[in-house]
Structure formats: C-alpha cells, structure tokens
C-alpha cells in the first residue's frame, strides 16, 4: 500500500489555475453517482458524457432488483439533479479525446463536444423535428426492437431533453453529387410521400430539376451502398420523379422573388453553370442578366442533348424557374468584352461559355464534304436545321457520350446504316456504359480498336468512306487505361457517306480575342477554388475552364461560381462552398444493419426499338408505386439524410443547423474519475444461440425493453410475429463464465436482473411459464437470495444445465436442447415461444484511449485496474485517476453507487492532499 | 461551536398577504401516467375531469412522466406563467419525488413548501390493479385532498444551521479504520470508538484474503499507522457509545471509556459512521455434526490453515480429506432461520481450499454446495480449486447432507450429489468444515441509542440501497461495512469511503438545511400544564418563562416532526409546520366532497 499521505506530488509546485477540480468521464450511474457527490462537497465537476443524455444503462431498465423500484423513479431525480447541480457542468454528447498528466499533478484533457446540429439553449425538446423527420433507424436504446429517427430525442426521459440530429457524415451518394445535391435528401422525402418538398431541395441547388432527373449521368447511383447488395436505387429516376408530380401539380415553385441588393451580375452564357449561377445570385437579390450567343437558351441542353433524353420543354421549365425570379436571358447576344459590361452597370461577370468547338481529326480529307464535327451535328438537329444523312452510311469517329448521341441521332433520322469507330476496346470507352449498350440496341454498330487515318472521297468530293489504322491494346497508361498502339501496316476501310467527329470538344474564345485570359489548351484561366480571373470582377467557371465535363459538374461550378461572386461583391474571404461531411464507410454502414431484406432493383424503364425513328423520350417515368418502392430501399447510409425537413418544422429560428461544427477545448483540471461503463456481450458471438438469426431469441435488454414503462409495444410480444409468449425460456450465463468466448468472469448481476425479468412477466402475463436454464443461482445480496426465493414461489422454474444450442421451428418456436443436471442429466429438448440471452458484461475499452497507450492499467480482463482494491477502491494506477463503477469490474447498480462513492471520497482526499494552496472554492449549496 | 439552535415560531410562519381563510388560491394539479404504472389502472384522464372545476385550481394536466426534465420545465413555465401559488403533483410516494418537485417550484420561484406530493401509484394504482373504476375514484379523492391541503399551505423557509466538521465512527475494524483516514484526508476531525481493547476486528484475525492473497494482518496494521500519522484522528478503545443527544449537524455523543480516567466524555459531532461488522454465525450443537471432533466452522479451519507451514494436521493426524458443507446458517439450509445469502463464503471457502492444495496438493476436498456464488472476478478461483483437484457436489435443500461419527472416530459425510444424478454418496473424510455466514452484531445498547432500524435480516437498514446507500433515516448517522449486511473486506473498504464521502458531503459546507416541517407552540394559547413535554421521544419540547409568562418553546433543530405533541395538547396550542390543523382539516373536507 503507498503510503496514503504521500506528498510526492509536490504540494510546492506552483498551483495552477485549474477550470474544473474534476473531470469525471461518463455519467452512467456511477458518473453521476461521483459528480453529484463531489459537487456536494464543493468541488467544481466537469462532467463529459458522450450520448446526448446522462443516465447510462440504468435509465434504459425497467425495474431494478430486489426493490423492484421503476428504474426511471430512481434514475430521474439523480439525472436531473445532476444537471442542475450548481457545481457541475454537464456536456452531453461530448468526448474526451485525450487526458495528459503534466509535471505538477495536475491534467489537461482534450474534450470534444460534438456537433448536435441543435442548438441546446434555444431546444425546448418539442419534438417537432422528430415529427417531421424522415429517416428511420434502428433505435439502440431500444435495443434495437423500434426504429427511431436521425432528428430525435435520445429516449423519452432524455435529460437535458434536447434534440440531437445524427449525422453519421455525408452519405455516399449525396456526397458523390459534383452538384452538391443531398441526392439522399430527396430519396428519404419521396420515400416519405413528400414529393413537393423533394423538388424543392433540389431546386435550392439548381434550378435544372427536371434536366437533372433525364440527362445526369448519376454518379450518385454509382456509389450507392445498395450497390452492393442487389443493386443501386434508382435515384435520378426519383428526382425526375418529384419534378414531373412538381409540375403536374401546377404548384409554383415557392420561390419569391427576393429583395434587390442593389448589385447587378452578368452571366455570359446560358448553359447549366450559367443558368445555375444567376439562379443562385438571384436568390441572393443580384440583379442578374444572362447573355446568350445562340438563338435559345440552355447552352448544351438545349443544343446538343438529343430530345429522345431530354425534351426541349424540360429545360424550357427549368429555365422558367430562373426567369421567375426575375433574371434576364437575351439571347443571340454574344459578349465579346465581358470586362466590358462592368461600363454597363454590372458589378461583376461570369464567364460560362462552355465548350462548343469540335475538335478535328487531324487527318486527310477531313475537308470533305460530308465530315462534320458532332457538337455541329447535334446542334443543328436541335435547332431544326436540315443534315442529309438519310439513307446514308454514317460512321461516328469516337467513343464518348457525344459519339453515343451522334450516332443515335443519325439512326433516328433514317441513317442506313450508324458505325461507332472507337479506337480503343469497348472497356475503355469512355461514354457513360449505359449510353453505349443502348445505342447498340438500337442498332449502332461497334468497330473497335480503329483509328482514323484518312477521309477517303469520292468523285464528287464528298465521302466514299474511312480508312482505319488498326489498334492494339499495350500496358496501362498514366490514367489507368490501357495505351493503345498502332498494328504496324494494317488498314481497314469502312464505307461511309457521312463521317461524324466526335473525338472532343473544346471551348469556342475566339469572339474574346484575347480580351479574357486564355491557357495553353485553349481554355479559360482562372483561379479553380475562385473562380476569379485575372480581371478581378470578372469570373470564370465550367466546361468553357475545365474542359468538357458533364452537367452536374457544370452545376458545381456555377454554386462555386455563385457563392464567389457574392463572397467578392460583399468583401468577404473566399471560401469553400461545398461544407459536406466526410463520407461515411460504407462496410461501417453494412455492418450497422443488423438484417436486409432484399428487395430487386427496379427495371431501368427503358423503351428501345432496333430502329428508332422519331425523337420521343426513351426512358419510361417511375409510377408512383415504383417510386415509394424504391426510395424505400434507402438504408439511410448516413443517417441524417440532410433533407432540411426538421429545420423547417423547428418553431424555433436558428436552432437547427445542419453546418454547425464540433468544437475542442483543452481543460485543466485537478483529478480525473473513469466511469466509463461496461458493454454488454454482442449475443451473436454464440452462434449457437441463434440471436440475430431467429427473430425470437432476444438479449435480456431487449427484454427489460419490453418491460418498461416506455416499452415499444406496450406489452411483452415476441419480436418474430408479435405472438404473446406463452413459454419464455432464459439462458444464463450468456458470454459470461465461458471460455469460449474468451470471458471467465462470471458477469454479476445476469441471475439477479434475470430473477427480476422473471417476476415482472409472471406480472405481465399471468399465463406464461417461465424456466430458467442456469449454472449457478448467484444471489449473493442484501436481500437478493430472498428475492430468488419469491420468484421460485411465484412459479418461476429454475433448470440447473448449461444450454447447448437452439433450433428455429418453422412456426418460429425454438428448441432448446439442454443438459437436465438435477433430472438424471439426460440431454433433453424443450420448445419455447421466445428466448432470452441473459448477456453478459464485457470491459468498455474506451477507457483506455483517454490516456496515451498503456498509461492507465488495465487487469488481465481489460477493465480498469484497481492495484490496491482492498485498502483503496476506486484509485488506479495513475495518481490522481480514480475509477468509478462498473470500469473496473461487473457490478450491479447498487454496488456502482456504492463505488462511485467511494471513488469521489478518494478524490476528495486527493484534492485536499495536493492542492491545499489554491484558493478555497466557494461552496454552492446544492 | 456550539450547538445552534434556530427557534422556531409562529411569527415566523409568513402569513399570507390577504391570506384569510377562503381566500382563492391558484394550484397547478398534474397528475401521472408513470408510462402506464398509473395509468394502466387509473383513468388519468377523468382523475383530472374530477379536480378540474374546483374553484383554486388554475392549471390541470396529465403527463407521462411528471418526473422528467421536459414535464419539469412545463410545470415551471406554468408557473410562472400563471402565477401558481401552490402546486400538486399525483404520482408516486412522496419518498421518490418530495425533493424533485419541490426543486421545479423553487426554481420557478414558487416557496417549494407550497407544494404537495399526492401519491396515486403506491397508494393506488399498483395496490388496486384489479379495479379500474374503483381506482380512478379513490386517485381523484386523493388528488382532491391534496388540493384540500395545498388551499391550506403557507410558505416556509428551511432551517439553517452549522453543523460540526467532525464525524465519530464507532467500529475500528477495516471499515472503521478506513473511514477515518478518508475523513481525516478530507479534512474533518474524527474521533473512532472501538468496544475492544485494541482496534482491527475480524480482518486483523485473517491471513490471506481473496482475491488479491493480501494478509489481513498486514492490511490492519497498515492502516494503524496510517491513522497514526493523522493527528486530526483520535482513538478510543475498550469505550463505548452510550448516549447520544442534539441534532443533525450536531450531535452530542456520550463515550464510556474504559481504562485510565474512566467515565464518560462528551464530544459534539457533525456525522456519526457505524461500522460495528459482523459476529459470525455459530452451528447450533449437533447442526451437521458441529461439536463433534473434527467439525470446524470456516473460521476455525481458516484459522488452522493460516498458521500451517506445512501439510495440515488436526490434532496431531495428518489431514488427508476435508469435506465443506456451505451456506450453514444461510438460506435457510438444514433448518436454520436466517434467510439471506451470506454473500463472501463461497470465494472464502475456494480460496482456503486452493490454500489448503498450496499445502499439500493430495488433500481431497469435497464442496458440498447450493449455488457457488463466486460473483465477478472471484470466479477464477473456483476454476483454480477444481483445477488444484477441489471436487464439487451440488445438494439439494430439501436433503442437506448428514455429518455422521463412525465407531472408528472417523467422520462421515452422506450427501445425495444433484451433479451425479441424484446417487448418494459416503464420504469418509478427516474434518468437516462448515461454511458458516455473518450474522449481525448483538449490540443492542447502541441500537438504543442510535434508533437506526434494522432490517428482517438484522443488519442495520439504509434508506435506499441505491439512492441514500449509506444513510439512515436518523439524519447524519451513517452506515458502513457488514454492519449494513454480509460482504468482503473490500467491499466493507469501499461502503466506509462511501460514508466518508457522504459526511464529507454533509459537513463541508459548514452548514446545513433542515426541514422546517417542526412543531409550534401559540405562546398565547399555552397554559404551561407540562403534558407535551412527556410526548417528545426527542427532548426537544422546554418550559420557559417571559416575565410573568411561562410557556413551552419547542427547539427546531431537535424536533424531529412526529406531532406526538400536537395531539397530545389539551388546549390545542401545538400546531405542526406541513401538517396544520388547516390543512388535516381542508385534506378531510375536499377528500370527502368528491363526486365521481
């Protein structure tokens, strides 16, 4: 034993101040226990609980042995008190990063509390965004029986009864938007019947709904989790869902417009970055005029995407949404100066010309009559100007989404025959796969691995056909695609009338002759993260500076573009737009989901003929039974699925904010207590009971769950079909005083919580049998053996014999076979209608990490360990560190508090010991 | 310090501002579903259509947990915005909430004496489960009542008195010892008085100890010495705690000490620990052979094992087999009346026999067992007995096993072992151990002076075991250790810091709030016949004299609030703060007015 009035820790060195006297690390009971205790005595208690309410394990019982007190009664007023207590400050949903012991003694420990995204002052716990949610999950404080929502109050008796929102991070596919749409967002409101509200979150990115959900390549759908299983939602097809109920509803958009700024902007170019930037702005109130070159507005929309993807009159509405707040679009209006408009008024510019300029094949020929570029095709299509190609063989040169379009184009028109000429094999094919195997059902042939190396003509200068280069395919170049290389002195020739040349697209500068900075490839110069060129009112964004991209990126870029110009014009700091969580893991989130159902993927809707001949659109909408059938595939990866529905319900402003951050501070204080708990053993790690497997074997915490007066279904029934059991069947010693699992210890208080359970259900149902199949009763408490003795008189049946496995009958009973030690020991089966694990306590390992690796030791059963349990309980190895409650070992409520007590008598006595120099804290009566 | 005494009188009881009898008063009534402990069986809803009309009631409501944070905060905000002068609150015993409910009306700046605790779970739901109807009529009469004493109620202030920083642990046994190094380091003053001449109790008689295999020897007198360098602790051996006067805060206990300068001192403390431990249960003549040769209890043999330096020898003959027959003088086994399970005899009997292995591994030992109770980690030494060759038989209470003397002096055990289907076995073994329990203390002298109840088992009762586990219902008097009931050594450590920590809780702010729920004596009413002063079981009841005036004074900080007194006054001049006679009588009246 150290000598207990050892002043080695030098009562000389200079004190600090310090901001707490004592930081106790989770307020379980013991926690509590030792904060309200310590608070009594006068020190000043920093209390870090990491769920968003104390109270721990206890609070979630029903009743509690052998008084068979409502766990609620007992745990409430000490829960309040301790919140309320004057000397302790209770941060909730916070953790303790990290605990370091500096030279005088004394500790300073990095404590994180967590974003709640709710703001605790002004949360009144109404409950209102619990309401409106829309994401489900399973809820571990029901141990798992009921879903709760992502906004939500962690259980009803919660103190504080604050809201915690339960961000997990950014789901995969929102965050795999270059958009920046919450594509989880609007699946959860569409699964939730709130299809109007799913428009307008993705109208508050983009005005281009109804473009999105047609003509988006879906990178969303790529990265979904679902992927994995059986397959990805269909979640473009869910937004092109709630635009089309938008507009066939006949709703506005809800959007007013806003109050003028008084700031003018000028956007050069009508494409996706464009038209999304001066809907942004002028949400802002920016007065905002686009220039258009064309005769129509909506840049590659409108004049290269073919309208069998996406009808004119989709983007035609789109626009309206911009048009409606007031934003000017004049077409045939090209802008050669944009600097220049400043003279007219306009505060700042942006430049969003796109990329409109084919790219040429670079070989002979190419001058024929007859070769055309395919942005010139496409366009020309859509503006309804005459191309001959009718009857004609036309081979398309590239294997892009433009090539697929070109092609499909060119059979719709009566072509005689469509050839793709890729250079490369169909793998590396860079047109988005769909794309490519659709155009092939509709009757585009692929010659692959050929490249052009001559235009051959005809007598009438136009062509006769294209002489190819075979390829062959070599090692991966930089970019991961296979290089290819020339087949030396072969020639291929495919007969042609009409060659299409789709191998790139750049951006058309020309008309700013030099006015606005251009690079070395022809694109725009400016600064990627700002958008601001050389010309400081002048900004530049999309394809027309990043080179041919796709339409959400365009998107992107004209949020970024916008949040800039706005940033500029008001002298604030550029920064990032996109604030997005990190992703989460999508193992991790596999993992979390205890079961699937698997449901199949919904058909793609596509309706392709052979041969297409008109341009109508080829992709069938999502009936509404699809619709909700999908979205109900949703496994809320992510968990808030940021779909803004609480904070529109929140009645009060401000008090929900999906941005708000965690925030670290480093606190010094006096004395650490570890009360950090115990986990319960995960009942799957005995496969042979069956839990997780059968739905009629549950842990004796779902049980107490079914018991308590918050109980999710108001009565005890079994999981699988809701039956009332009539024969319940416990096993003891679940993970606990077996070897197997690795755990000797035997786990405390299982028989005695068990006994209870016991007891409460010959209440609950007065029919049902109950039989405990048990090693040893252990009962040893104040008045526990007696409690037993009641349960036995009350009917209870108690079989000595270890369990050895459960079968499921095909009506969802189980089988037990079990050794009947008292009977003869013969192996005997029973049938149960529900079976309870009665699982175990395994070391929370968390209280470890608050301390640099091996600092605080731990037994050989990994809690905390106590060197000198017998003369100084609650004090581990580290002076200064006390542990309280079951951190150092199972132990039932009652001998936690009694813990806890003690523990706070041993800081105590370390305070006085060495501090005494510091100022007296002034006593706050309780 | 002295004693101090805040008296206590009539004048200080606030009247009302226009306080006179029927005036309206504004109560707020909220009655409880207790997430169904109330409401399965009470018709919550029309308990609240009942009380709703009566002209003082201002607000009423039901709420799933009144007792929440979130049914807190309602309950302040009704107050304030109504300006509740009173409030009612139907729920459970009074014992569970009186604290909490008076916190929300506090807070909501509400004097929280206005407020009455009617308890419509205990009192009716649970004990009317089978009588829905009937029961919903009792809990509106009882919330009517409450309504009847709230209309009735006055504001009070709590007493305020200083309290004494030093704490008397009767008991220097480990916990005792214990305790007052843990005060002591918390700076309290504290005096320890032990009954025997010399302090360590049971632990100072043990060798090893589970789990840890720490000599008790040794721990004893390590914490001697450590008391020892503490001169703020003071011992007293061969004394005893005779009397025992004043109030929480300050109490005045009387110490006959033995020895030189015999008599009795006085000392005033603020806290008093009980830890007077355990007696060991003694078999009674012939229970499984006891006073037969070679039948031990467990703190006999463990005695003998202790001491041995080499393999076992009882009386000069080697011990080749020892049989242990537990729970004797527990659970009821063979007959006897103590029903509770003693807690630390089956890891004390594992260890001993792992000891007794450690001697000489070709000793058989038979465990003649219940239920082996080797909770958490004391578990692995009973793998490690079975490893070492211990070998275990479960028998059944209903046929203990029998201790018999054969012809040949040799002792037989016949037990029916449950692990091997029933078959019965003899066994002719060299000792019997009996695995005897703890029983509680034959004190009753101090029991007479403390007044701390006891529980059916005999050990000292807490409050609760898991909100006040140290406390007693006297105020400040603590307990630790196996006086409150069976445990282990470190456990008896950890339950001593506990109360350290209570009295520490208690004594270091300086002062401390008592309940100003006291009896009053109208000066004016008083005839001075001295008939209350034979009521007060607590002597806080005095005659005194103003002038020509002679009158009784009743002291606060003694009155204990029994109303003994009260009812006892012929003139009816006493009356009790909480428990007016107006408040009993508008109780009676609203109570009998309802209408279902």
Redesign the interface.
């Known amino acids: 034993m150290t000598d207990m009035t050892d002043m080695a820790v030098a009562r000389d060195a200079a004190p600090t101040s310090l901001d707490y006297d004592v930081l106790v690390v989770g307020a379980g009971i013991g926690g509590m226990e030792s904060a309200l205790k310590l608070g009594d005595m006068g020190y000043k208690v920093l209390l870090v609980e990491k769920e968003a309410s104390v109270g721990g394990k206890m609070i979630l019982l029903s009743k509690v042995f052998p008084t068979l007190d409502c766990a609620s009664c007992i745990s409430t007023p000490k829960m309040a008190s301790t919140i309320h207590h004057a000397n302790i400050t209770p941060w909730t949903y916070s953790q303790v990063d990290k605990i370091r012991r500096a030279a005088d003694g004394t500790f300073t420990a990095t404590v994180t509390q967590k974003a709640r995204y709710v703001d605790i002052d002004s949360c009144t716990g109404c409950q209102k965004c619990e309401m409106a949610c829309t994401v489900a999950v399973p809820d571990q404080f029901n141990a798992d029986l009921v879903a709760r929502r992502a906004a939500h109050l962690t259980f009803p008796q919660a103190v504080p009864k604050k809201a915690v929102i339960d961000r997990g991070g950014s789901s995969p596919c929102s965050f795999a938007c270059p958009a920046g749409i919450q594509a989880h967002g609007y699946v959860s409101l569409i699964r939730s019947g709130l299809d109007e509200e799913a428009f307008r979150l993705v109208l508050d990115a983009t005005p281009l709904v109804g473009t999105l959900g047609r003509a988006c390549y879906a990178p969303c759908e790529g990265e979904c989790t679902r992927g994995s299983l059986e397959g990805t939602l269909p979640i473009r097809r869910l937004k092109r869902f709630a635009s089309d109920k938008h507009d066939a509803s006949g709703n506005d958009n809800g959007l007013a417009r806003p109050e003028s700024n008084g700031k003018r902007v000028a956007v050069v170019g009508s494409g996706p970055t464009g038209l999304t930037a001066a809907f942004q702005l002028a949400k802002l109130g920016y007065g905002v005029k686009v220039f258009e070159a064309a005769p129509v507005a909506g840049g590659f929309l409108r004049l290269g995407i073919p309208s069998y993807r996406l009808p004119e009159a989709v983007v035609e509405r789109d626009i309206e949404n911009v048009t409606g707040l007031g934003v000017e679009i004049a077409v045939n209006s090209m802008v050669s100066d944009p600097a220049a408009l400043k003279a007219d008024g306009f505060d700042a510019v942006l430049v969003a010309t796109g990329t409109h300029r084919d790219s040429g094949l670079g070989v002979p020929g190419e001058d024929r009559l007859g070769v055309m570029g395919a942005t010139a095709f496409l366009r020309k299509i859509k503006l309804g100007q005459p191309v001959d190609v009718k009857g004609k063989r036309v081979v398309v040169v590239g294997g892009g989404n433009v090539a697929m379009d070109s092609a499909r184009v060119a059979r719709r028109l009566g072509a005689a025959s469509v050839t793709v000429a890729y250079r490369r094999s169909r793998e590396e094919m860079p047109a988005h796969h769909v794309e490519s195997v659709d155009a092939e059902k509709e009757g585009v042939e692929f010659r692959l691995l050929l490249a052009p190396a001559e235009i051959l003509g005809n007598a009438q200068g136009g062509v006769a056909g294209l002489r190819c280069t075979e390829m062959r395919l070599g090692a991966p170049d930089a970019s991961g695609r296979k290089s290819v290389e020339p087949v030396p002195g072969s020639s291929v020739t495919i007969d042609a009338d009409v060659v299409i040349a789709a191998i790139g697209m750049a951006p058309d500068t020309s008309m700013f002759g030099g006015r606005v900075p251009v690079e070395k490839n022809g694109r725009l110069s400016s600064n990627k993260a700002t958008c601001q060129t050389g010309v400081e009112h002048v900004f530049a964004a999309g394809d027309a500076v990043n080179g041919p991209t796709d339409i959400t990126r365009a998107v992107g870029e004209g949020r970024k573009a916008a949040h800039q110009i706005d940033a500029w014009l008001n002298g604030r700091e550029f920064d990032n737009w996109d604030d997005r969580l990190p992703v989460v893991d999508k193992q991790a989130v596999l993992a979390r989901q205890k079961a699937f159902t698997l449901s199949a993927p919904t058909p793609d809707g596509m309706q392709l003929e052979p041969a297409p001949t008109d341009f109508h659109e080829i992709e069938a909408p999502l009936t509404e039974a699809e619709a909700r059938r999908s979205s109900g595939r949703c496994i809320d990866c992510a968990v808030c699925s940021e779909c803004g529905e609480c904070v529109a319900a929140c009645p009060v402003d401000g008090c929900i904010d999906l941005r708000s951050t965690a925030k670290t501070s480093d606190l010094k204080v006096g004395a650490v207590v570890v009360s950090t708990g115990f986990k319960l053993f995960p009942a799957d790690l005995k496969p042979q009971y069956g839990f997780g497997k059968y739905q009629n074997v549950i842990t004796a915490m779902q049980m107490d769950r079914l018991l308590a007066p918050t109980r999710p279904f108001n009565t005890v029934l079994r999981p699988g079909d809701g039956k009332v059991p009539d024969r319940i069947a416990y096993v003891l010693c679940t993970g606990s005083r077996d070897k197997q699992v690795d755990n000797p210890l035997c786990s405390r208080f299982c028989c005695m919580y068990s006994i209870k359970q016991n007891q409460l259900i010959m209440g609950a149902l007065p029919l049902a049998d109950v039989t405990v199949h048990y090693m040893d009763i252990r009962a040893p408490g104040k008045r526990y053996d007696e409690f037993y003795e009641q349960a036995k008189a009350m009917g209870a049946n108690y079989v000595k014999g270890r369990v050895a496995d459960i079968t499921e009958k095909p009506d969802g009973n189980l089988l037990l076979k079990f050794e009947d030690i008292e009977n003869g020991g013969a192996i005997t089966e029973a049938e149960y209608d529900l079976v309870v694990l009665a699982v175990g306590v395994q070391p929370n390992r968390d209280a470890e990490e608050l301390f640099e690796v091996g600092e605080l030791q731990l037994d050989e059963w990994h809690y905390v360990n106590e060197p000198e349990e017998d003369m100084n309980p609650g004090q581990t190895n580290i002076p200064g560190v006390y542990v309280a409650g079951a951190a150092s070992g199972a132990k039932d409520i009652a001998d936690s508090i009694v813990h806890a007590g003690a523990a706070a008598a041993q800081v105590a006595a370390h305070l006085e010991r060495t501090r005494p120099a510091l100022p007296k804290i002034e006593m706050v009566p309780a | 310090m002295s004693e101090q005494v805040v008296p206590v009188d009539a004048q200080q009881v606030f009247p009302r501002e226009e306080g006179e009898a029927g005036a309206q008063r504004r109560i707020g009534v909220y009655v409880c579903h ?4 109330i409401s399965d069986y009470v018709d919550v809803e029309r308990v609240v259509q009942g009380i709703q009309d009566n002209g003082d009631v201002v607000v009423a409501k039901t709420t ?2 009144a ?4 049914s ?2 309602d309950m302040e905000a009704d107050i304030k915005a109504n300006g509740l002068d009173g409030l009612v609150v139907a729920s ?1 015993s009074p014992k ?2 009186t ?2 409910f008076r ?1 929300v009306a506090s ?1 909501a700046g509400l004097n929280p004496y206005e407020y009455t605790q009617v308890n419509i779970r205990e009192q009716c739901s649970w004990v009317h489960t089978d009588d829905r109807e009937g029961a919903t009529h009792k809990a509106t009469a009882l919330v009517a009542a409450g309504i009847g004493r709230t209309r009735n109620t006055v504001p009070l202030e709590p007493m305020v008195v200083d309290t004494t920083p030093h704490t008397l642990v009767i008991g220097g046994g480990i916990a005792g010892l ?1 305790a007052a ?2 005060l002591a ?3 309290l003053k504290v005096t320890v008085v032990e009954r025997e001449v010399a302090v360590g109790g049971w632990v100072k008689t043990l060798g090893k ?1 589970y789990p ?1 295999g ?1 000599d008790g020897r040794v ?1 004893i007198d ?2 001697v010495s ?1 008391v020892k ?2 001169p703020s602790i003071t011992v007293l051996t061969g004394a005893e705690v005779v009397g025992k006067a004043g109030s929480f805060g300050n109490y005045r206990m009387s110490i006959r000490v033995g020895g030189e300068g015999a008599g009795t001192i006085e000392i005033l403390v603020g806290s008093v620990v009980v830890a007077t431990g355990f007696d060991n249960y003694t078999p009674g003549d012939g229970e499984f052979g006891f006073g037969s040769e070679g039948v031990l209890t467990l703190t006999q043999f463990k005695e003998m094992v202790d001491a041995a330096k080499g393999p076992l020898a009882w009386k000069g003959r080697p011990v080749r087999s020892v049989a242990y027959i537990y729970c004797v003088g ?2 009821n086994t063979g007959g006897c009346s103590n ?3 003693s ?1 630390f005899c ?1 890891a004390s009997t594992v260890q001993t026999a792992v000891q007794v292995s450690g001697l000489d591994p070709s000793v058989r030992q038979f465990h003649l067992y219940r ?10 030494l009973y ?1 490690e007995a079975r490893d070492a060759g211990s070998v275990f038989l ?1 028998f ?1 209470n209903d046929e203990p096993p029998t201790v018999a003397m054969g012809a040949n002096r040799k002792l037989t055990v016949t037990v029916r072992d ?5 078959t019965e076995l003899a066994l002719p073994v060299d000792l019997v151990v009996l695995v005897t329990g703890m029983i509680p203390r034959a004190n009753q002298d101090l029991v007479d002076v403390l007044k701390v109840p006891k ?1 059916g ?1 005999g ?1 000292f009762n807490e409050i ?4 006040r ?2 406390e007693t219902t006297v105020d400040g008097v603590l307990i630790a250790g196996a006086c ?3 445990k282990t ?3 008896a ?10 009295s ?2 208690i004594l ?3 002062y401390t ?1 008592m309940e100003p729920l006291v009896a009053v004596v109208d000066a004016d009413a008083c005839t001075a016949c001295g008939d209350c002063l034979t009521t007060c079981p607590y002597e806080a009841i005095k005659m005194t004299e103003e002038g020509e005036r002679r009158f009784a004074v009743i002291d606060a900080a003694s009155c204990k609030g029994c109303g003994g007194c009260v009812s006892y006054c012929p003139e009816n001049a006493i009356d009790l703060l909480g428990y007016t006679d107006d408040e009993i009588s508008g109780v009676i009246a609203d109570m009998i007015e309802v209408r279902v």
């Open positions: 207790c997430g169904g402990n799933m947990f007792c929440s944070e979130a807190q905060q459970c569970l909430h604290y909490t916190g807070r214990r190094i843990g380091d918390v700076g100890m840890h720490k721990l390590t914490l450590e360098k503490r527990s659970r029903a509770y399970c807690r089956c239920d082996m109770r080797t909770y958490g980690k004391f578990e692995p793998t479960k059944d449950l692990l091997t289907e029933r529980g088992d050990f609760h075991p898991k909100l586990p140290v409150q009931g069976p050594s470190a456990e450590v950890t339950q001593a810091l506990a109360a350290v920590t209570q520490a809780a270091k702010k300086g709030e």
